[in-house]
Every structure is written in structure tokens, then in C-alpha cells.
């Protein structure tokens, strides 16, 4: 999976939003606000490029103190949400 | 986030150069602009004229998207398409951003100075004493 190219991660009034940004043009009809673990997750995914459950889980396992379960539950939480609204292409 | 603090977000943008689409709500545009269901474009407002749509931090106190009826130097008066009395008044500095299109749910654009719809806001305009009644059976559509 891959986190379609026009969708940025911005900070808006303190809250970390993803908003879809053109090149000179942004759409907030599509704009998503995450709290701070999925603001990092979306992070690791970008720096990934090409990414997959597992290795988002892995990487949050290692960065935070939780069970591969929570981590895992947390990342399939946040890709669906994103997979929803279109910001992930397969 | 609040309404306003998105907006002003929007308003930083466009300040960049960034065209923005802002979903609007309620229903002071009607029937140019169809709040909670379309959205609109902004640019900056470089030279603005009467008859063009904008968004304008109005009053002191709010963010509008409405049409300006009257330029008086630095004075601006606003109105919405929808309402059928009171207006708005800023300066021309208040002015953040000029509407050029409006989409529509189905990510249809269109553009609010068509030759034909510059005509429709100056009639609409002019048909002021009688909009309450036109605005009901349009609802009713």
C-alpha cells in the first residue's frame, strides 16, 4: 500500500490534519484529523512509501510501549479510515 | 477545530497563492451557491468589483461568502444572494479571498462569472422586493 502523492500531513491550529493539496490548490473537503499516535503512524507510512500492516505494527511496537495486538488494532483502525476517504491506493 | 479556525487556514493559503475548496454552509447564497451541499473555489481577491463573491471577515465579528453590492472607496457593502434584507459591511482589506467556481457534491465545477450567470446575480439583485417569495417556491422545487 502507498499513500496517494497529493495527500499531505499539515499542522492546523495544533491539530495534525491530512489534506488533499494539488499543486497549487488544496481541498479542504477532504481533510482529516488524526490524533497524535496516527499523525506518527501516517509519518512512518510516508517514509516507508510502500507499506504494509505488518511493518507499520513493527515499527509502532518498537516506537511505543504496546502489545503487537493494540499496535496492530491501531494501525488497521487508521488504514481503513484512510482507505475510506481514498487516501490509500493498493 | 472550529469553523473559523479552518477558514483562517484557508485564508493563509490563499494568501500563499494556493487556490483553496471550502465546503460552505447554510443557505444566505441561495440559489448561486447551495450551502451544506456545494463547495467553493477561492483565489486571491486581487482587483475586486461589485458583483463578485467573497469571502470577507465582516462586522468585526464573522466570515462571510457573500456578494458585494456596493464599492465605495474602501468601504464595501455585502449582501447574500439568499437573504432578503441587511447587508455587511468591511474594508477592502477584510476582503480574504474572491469565489471564482462553485462544485457541486458530484465534483462538478462551475464558474459564478459565466456571461449568463453575471446576468442572473444583476436581475436577482434588482428582484430583491420579491425574492422571500421566489426563494419559498424554490425550496418547494
Redesign the interface.
Known sequence: MRIKKDFVLRE??G?N?IMC?GL??????K?L?LNKSAAWIWKEAQAQGDFTVESLTERLCEEYDVTAEEARSCVTELIEKLDKEGVIEK | ?TDN??I???VR?VRE???????VNGYSMLPFIIGGKE?VILHRPGLIDVGDVVLAWVDGNRYVVHRIIKLDYDRVTLMGDGNVKGTEHCRLNDIKARVTHV?SADNKKRDLYSRWRVRAAKLWYWLRPIRRYLLAIYRRL
Do not use: H, Q, Y
Open positions: 492546523v491550529c491539530e490534519v493539496e497549487k490548490a488544496i481541498d479542504f473537503r481533510i484529523a | 477545530m479556525e479552518i483562517e487556514e484557508a493559503l497563492g494556493v487556490n483553496v475548496t471550502l465546503p463547495s462544485v
